[in-house]
């Protein structure tokens, strides 16, 4: 009896624009298998004719019956090899039709049965695609854009010189920026209503952890407005000097500095401030 194939390993995933590598060498399975007992009374459709009916399906543009044959297969036949493949082809076709939480839920499945298997770079990247495709504009909740990083995340963490890494990171860089920019959104809010604390909390937030995105050079003005107008000069000389020495060309650096001279000011690190230090050991990219 010839060996079971290869785990099937889906490629050129970045596009999801083609069932050809899903499907390769996949229908080439149907004599894969223990021959069946002659006097057992089967009832269920065996394990390859279900896998080869969710490929064909799959390859013919039917994803949502690909995708619920898949699943039948997990269910009849769980733990299976035939199973560990249908899991992550139905999370595949969910995802192509739009199901995300669908999607998400069969990857993740298999992320907890097969964590060390190869495909499992491949889960956690249907994971992070389902929650970008779901991110909301930055006025509203990002829950989802936080899921979506997580994802990406943990794939670069576990899988480093994975094929979907380097669309991943692409991808995290995106998300940090809509992230900071939800920050920024609500410490202005705050702000305009003359909450200094509350606002200063927002911006800090954008400086300490999301320094590398675009709305760094804005997070550090909105520091120096609300700091001097607390009368918290120092902290409001440093910020502005940080914006000076990283973003000397920034309009936003042009803006601080007249507001401090019209007190009689001038930008003036502070090396002690939490804003210096977080700028310790800045490098703009």
């Known amino acids: 009896m010839s060996p079971c194939p290869a785990p099937l390993r889906p490629r050129r995933l970045a596009g999801f624009s083609t069932f050809a ?10 004599s894969c298998g223990s021959k069946p007992d002659p006097g057992a009374v089967i009832d269920d459709p065996p394990a390859e004719q279900l896998y080869n009916q969710g490929l064909g399906l799959m390859q013919a543009g039917g994803l949502a019956d690909a995708a619920k044959k898949f699943e039948q297969l997990d269910r009849l ?8 493949k249908a899991l992550v082809n139905s999370a595949f076709a969910y995802y192509s039709n739009g199901k995300y939480q669908e999607a998400i839920n069969s990857a993740r499945r298999f992320l907890t049965l097969y964590p060390g298997s190869p495909d499992a770079a491949y889960a956690l990247y249907i994971i992070g695609q389902s929650y970008y495709r779901q991110i909301p504009d930055v006025t509203r909740d990002q829950e ?4 979506a990083l997580d994802a990406y995340q943990e794939l670069v963490n576990r899988f ?9 990171r692409a991808k995290m860089a995106t998300i940090r ?19 200094y604390i509350a606002a200063i909390n927002r911006f800090r937030d954008v400086v300490t952890n999301y320094q590398t995105t675009r709305q760094t050079e ?24 940080v914006l000076g020495h990283n973003f000397p060309d920034s309009s936003w650096y042009k803006n601080s500095y007249e507001l401090l001279k019209t007190g009689g000011y001038s930008p003036v690190e502070n090396t002690g401030s939490w804003i210096s230090q977080a700028f310790k050991n800045f490098k703009l990219l």
Not at 77 to 84: G, K, Q, T
């Open 21 to 30: 590598a899903i499907v390769a060498g996949g229908l080439a399975v149907a």
């Open 218 to 241: 804005e997070a550090l003005a909105r520091l120096v407005e609300a700091y001097y107008a607390l009368g918290v000069i120092p902290e409001a000389q440093t910020a502005a000097a």
């Open 160 to 168: 480093p010189d994975s094929e979907y890494s380097d669309d991943a």
């Open 77 to 84: 036949y769980p733990y299976s090899e035939y199973s560990r």
């Open 177 to 195: 920026d809509q992230l900071a920019g939800k920050e920024m959104e609500i410490g202005r809010y705050y702000l305009a209503r003359h909450d």
């Open 144 to 147: 989802l854009t936080g899921k």
